[in-house]
């Protein structure tokens, strides 16, 4: 719905109960709407600067609204709901309520980057929504998207080894994704591959599927590449405040512990 | 021989409206209401001057100091004027405190009042003492005692202004806009930020009108340097829950109900008529327009005329007025007056 068209009543917030009945009264039916509380209580002053932490978020703080970039999205033209603008604009002024609504479908940026090419001010639209949809899945208001799975099976792998096997890849990233192995388009794409492929390459596509090759002397590399990667997290999570949460809810789990212990005493 | 010309305030318009008069080398008296010079600058104790950044008390100052050392200018403070009857050209004029006098025209820079936020009771301005017009928070400022939440003395750490508070609202009569409210607004939430970079500040708009160059030096300087948000809403009620003021009302681009917790509400007050504006239209025979300004013509040939020929006005007793034009339309109404008696005679 474009957004001058936005209803104040958003049909997820609309509840009906087959059979309810409050304080004595039968209020079962559909005559008997309620409408769930739209109210903005608070601001996240924080959140601008949390986006701003993390990949491609570092330019929002120039946007000035004018919009080019939900007037050049493809996304937006499928669906009016993806309007990168409003989202900025939310950020900025750290309604995370109202961005929240929005939350299953910020991921949904194809990064064609023709917002980046349009936009006057350099904000880089296309890394703000990845920034966004990252902030989601680390604040834990979305599951992991398949993509981010992805990322990681294929760049554990590489942290490893120094090399990528396919089909180590395709396996782990099915495997974390709960899907099956055998599937109809994967089974008919090897028989394909299989018949026209030379014996010798074969050969050595079993070879290292079975053998996991490595590249020679990466453990210098690889200790390297993961002291850097574990630095960004630690960076990524500090800015969010992830740690201290973390910390807190150890705490009230350890005090929880020991009240339950000694209540068994 | 040239009679001298009266000009009746002592603010921003008045004063240089004697300025112009005396160093045309005519004779001027000025009259004013209060037991200074200065006018609402002064005397509300204003800080920073919008444009310039200049401190009010020197600004004004300097004007109060220039008018006092002008030979030509004789100053009545707390004085008014009790009568004015005559002729353009002469006019008998009682002066309280300072006689009776003969003067060839008048110009009224009377002024204006500040709104009295408790006519909207419902924003709890007089309600909850963290509530405060803009007039205090410049007091805050320019008595060097700081931004601080009136009922504990503490540093608020999020301040909302609410504009447009007796202005833009035929609700209670109040139809204009006071022009400068918004830009004195942008120009305090920098200030607020400035001594406070802890502390967030929210400005609650239904339009925003920082007119022309101010839109650079103060709209989008308080949001790109200062970080001050902008938040398009009409606001209902402010209340509190015990502990903190809730602000409520309709964001309008957002289109969602808000109840926000804040620390110090600020009312960016408009421009009322001078409250004694009934009482001076009918001491000098001046029409109102129909707010209850005084009543101006068209400037095509000369500025700052009244209905009563020989009596001129300028500033914002003709109308919600900045400073700087205020000064403008002084200097111009003393051209007026001089002009049309020069080629008089």
């Known amino acids: 719905m474009p957004i001058h068209e936005k209803s104040l009543i958003r049909p997820e917030n609309i509840l009906s109960h087959e059979k309810l009945e409050v304080d004595g009264v039968d209020v079962s039916g559909h005559w008997s709407t309620f409408i769930q509380d739209r109210v903005v209580t608070d601001y996240n002053e924080n959140m601008e600067d949390e986006i701003a932490a993390l990949p491609g978020g570092e330019h929002i703080h120039r946007c000035w609204q004018c919009g080019s970039c939900t007037n050049a999205c493809t996304v937006n033209a499928l669906n009016p709901d993806f309007n990168p603008r409003y989202w900025i604009y939310l950020i900025r002024q750290g309604m995370e309520s109202e961005l929240l609504r929005d939350k299953d479908i910020i991921w949904q940026c194809v990064s064609c980057h023709k917002c980046t090419h349009v936009c006057p001010r350099d904000v880089v639209p296309e890394g703000v929504m990845k920034a966004t949809a990252h902030w989601l899945e680390l604040k834990g208001h979305r599951p992991k998207s398949h993509s981010m799975i992805f990322d990681e099976v294929f760049s554990e792998q590489v942290f490893e080894t120094g090399k990528i096997e396919d089909g180590r890849v395709i396996r782990g990233f099915f495997k974390r994704t709960g899907q099956a192995l055998t599937q109809d388009w994967m089974v008919e794409m090897v028989k394909k591959v299989v018949s026209k492929l030379p014996v010798s390459l074969m050969t050595r596509m079993g070879m290292s599927a079975l053998i996991r090759p490595r590249t020679r002397h990466w453990g210098p590399a690889r200790e390297a590449i993961r002291e850097y990667v574990d630095e960004q997290k630690q960076r990524e999570r500090a800015a969010l405040g992830l740690n201290e949460l973390v910390a807190q809810a150890a705490a009230e789990a350890r005090s929880a512990g020991a009240k339950q212990e000694s209540s068994h005493v | ?345």
């Not at chain 2, 100053?75 to 006098?101: K, N, Q, Y």
């Not at chain 2, 700081?146 to 009569?173: E, F, H, N, T």
């Not at chain 2, 009596?311 to 007793?317: D, F, L, M, T």
């Open chain 2, 1 to 345: 021989m040239e009679k001298p010309i009266l000009v009746v305030g002592g603010g921003p318009a008045g004063l240089a409206a004697a300025h112009a008069l005396g160093g045309l080398g005519r004779q001027c008296i000025l009259v004013e209401k209060e037991d200074r010079l200065g006018g609402a600058p002064i005397l509300s104790g204003y800080h920073k001057l919008v444009p310039s950044g200049e401190y009010a008390k020197d600004a004004i100052g300097g004007m109060v100091e220039r008018v006092i050392a002008n030979e030509n200018v004789t100053v009545h403070t707390s004085s008014t004027v009790s009568r004015f009857e005559g002729e353009p050209g002469r006019f008998s004029v009682d002066i309280e405190g300072g006689g009776t006098v003969e003067v060839e025209s008048a110009i009224l820079c009377t002024g204006f009042t500040h709104f009295d936020a408790l006519n909207k009771p419902e924003w709890g301005f007089g309600t909850y003492p963290d509530v405060v017009s803009t007039t205090q928070v410049e007091q805050m400022m320019s008595s060097g005692q700081g931004i601080r939440c009136p009922s504990d003395g503490r540093k608020p750490k999020r301040v909302a202004i609410l504009l447009c508070v007796g202005s833009r609202d035929r609700q209670i009569g109040r139809e204009w806009c006071s022009k400068i409210c918004c830009t004195v607004s942008a120009n305090m939430a920098m200030e607020i930020r400035e001594e406070l970079p802890d502390c967030h500040v929210y400005i609650y708009y239904m339009d925003i009108r920082t007119f022309g160059l101010y839109e650079t030096k103060f709209y989008w300087r308080s949001q790109e340097e200062f970080k001050v948000k902008y938040i398009k809403a009409r606001i209902a009620e402010v209340t509190s829950d015990g502990e903190r003021l809730i602000v409520k009302g309709e964001d309008t681009l957002v289109k969602r109900p808000i109840t926000i917790p804040f620390d110090m509400v600020v009312h960016a007050i408009g421009m009322d008529p001078n409250v004694d504006n009934a009482r001076i239209a009918q001491t000098f025979g001046v029409q109102l327009e129909r707010h209850g300004y005084i009543g101006e013509g068209h400037s095509y040939g000369a500025l700052g005329h009244t209905s009563r020929p020989g009596v001129y006005v300028a500033g914002s007793a003709t109308g919600p007025e900045t400073i700087d034009d205020s000064i403008a339309q002084g200097t111009a109404a003393a051209m007026s007056a001089v002009a049309r008696h020069s080629s008089a005679a």
